[in-house]
């Protein structure tokens, strides 16, 4: 990082697996670093208090809020946005296939915090319980699912994840998560 003599830093990142610099104040948060300095417009701002978790992206491999994190404490780190969920050739991911699938998103706003937090999640638990699952989602807030078709969406991505990126209507392998599978009274 280097000190700009106008009060402003040079933060050198590496966003969604491109080399990024940019100037910004200290005091600048990531999440508006992010959108507003490198076009990383995924990153989302609900409540600025790291309750809500729309926010979410991952800083070497964590989830964090970046809503509560300075940008100049990114300088030289690996910082990844749901822009980095799809393949180069706008493929889905599993995940995001799935959410797709299940109608796991309404107004979408939480969504991309939400798909961050569980690639984090499902990179550490790779075959959550639907209890862990919610236990993870319970650091997000979404005002229009009701959460249901998200755990059904990640649990599927959980149990099959090559299945997930298959194109629509193709026969699903013996065994594989079905959305029947999960409890509607939860």
């Known amino acids: 990082m280097k000190k700009l003599p106008h009060g402003q830093h040079t933060v050198a990142l590496r966003l969604n697996g491109i080399e990024r610099t940019a100037e910004c104040e200290p005091r600048t948060l990531l999440s508006d670093f992010l959108r507003y300095r490198l076009g990383a417009t995924g990153v989302h701002v609900g409540c600025e208090h790291g309750v809500c978790g729309a926010c979410t992206v991952t800083i070497d491999g964590i989830a964090q809020r970046s809503c509560l994190t300075l940008a100049v404490t990114t300088e030289g780190r690996d910082v990844k946005t749901v822009e980095s969920l799809a393949t180069a050739d706008k493929q889905l991911s599993a995940l995001q296939a799935s959410f797709r699938r299940h ?41 229009c699912t009701g959460y249901t078709n998200i755990v059904t969406a990640i649990l599927e991505a959980a149990a099959a994840p090559d299945v997930a990126v298959r194109p629509e209507g193709t026969v699903r392998p013996e065994g594989t998560f079905q959305k029947s599978d999960t409890r509607s009274d939860v």
């Open 103 to 143: 109608h796991a998103l309404q107004c979408g706003f939480c969504t991309p915090g939400i798909l961050m937090s569980c690639t984090d999640f499902l990179g550490r638990v790779p075959q959550p319980s639907e209890t862990e699952v919610r236990e993870m989602l319970s650091g997000h807030l979404c005002r």
